[in-house]
């Protein structure tokens, strides 16, 4: 069963400190991996996502995909409380499905 | 990034009803939608496949009876939750697959909450 985990929360960072949020996955077949942020209420936005070993940057956001450690991260630079939100990652198979981890809650602590 | 619509933004109906959301791609011909349900504090649950022409594929544990999937234009899913219960209310979101994306990358919409009196 494909798995992805993160660690729920919350983290709380102080305002303009760099948030980090991990995932890790438990296939190996795992071809695309995604971020999204989701205010309460909302329905989730895409963030960035992330096919190759290595980091992709996108303004304040950075991910990093390392497939040997099976592992995914979001680091948010300069945080803002408008930042504070739950951010899902999700896995990508190539079969257009995608498998949502439960979640991190951040709180941007002005 | 693509925008896909949902309405209604949110529904209150009595039990014993059916209930229709539209889910529309805006700006792409969407030929994969997908249908997910979400209770509180709770991550996004997969519910059913839509494809532009063919009929759903449902998730297991998903009645497709219950849950009518129809995805009649490339812009246009919709779902029906026939015989609503209160255990049917829930934040239903759509997401498209836009096919000029890299594979599996969605765009949701906004969401649709559902509350069953």
């Known amino acids: 069963q494909k798995e992805v985990e993160q660690n729920s929360g919350p983290l709380s960072v102080p305002e303009g400190a760099i948030a980090s949020l991990n995932c890790t996955y438990s296939?190996?077949?795992?071809?695309?991996f995604f971020w999204f942020r989701q205010y309460s209420g909302k329905s989730p936005e895409l963030i960035m996502f992330i096919y190759s070993n290595g980091d992709k940057e996108d303004g304040r956001f950075t991910a990093q995909l390392n497939k040997a450690s099976q592992y995914v991260s979001l680091l948010i630079r300069d945080s803002q409380p408008s930042d504070s939100a739950t951010y899902l990652c999700a896995g990508g198979f190539g079969n257009e499905k995608l498998t949502f981890g439960t979640g991190t809650r951040l709180t941007i602590i002005p | 990034g693509a925008v896909v619509s949902q309405h209604p933004s949110w529904v209150i109906c009595k039990s014993g009803t059916s209930v229709k959301i539209e889910c529309r791609s805006l700006?792409?011909?969407?030929?994969?939608m997908f249908w997910y349900r979400q209770f509180p504090k709770q991550s996004l649950m997969l519910m059913a496949t839509?494809?532009?022409?063919?009929?759903?594929?449902?998730e297991q544990g998903v009645e497709k009876d219950k849950f009518l999937i129809n995805h009649a234009s490339l812009t246009l899913s919709t779902l029906t939750v026939t015989s609503a219960h209160p255990e049917d209310s829930s934040f239903y979101i759509c997401s498209a697959r836009d096919p000029a994306r890299p594979t599996d990358t969605q765009y949701f919409g906004p969401g649709t909450r559902l509350t069953v009196l």
């Open positions: 700006d792409f011909q969407a030929t994969t």
């Open positions: 839509s494809n532009e022409g063919s009929k759903a594929t449902y």
């Open positions: 296939d190996r077949g795992s071809q695309s």
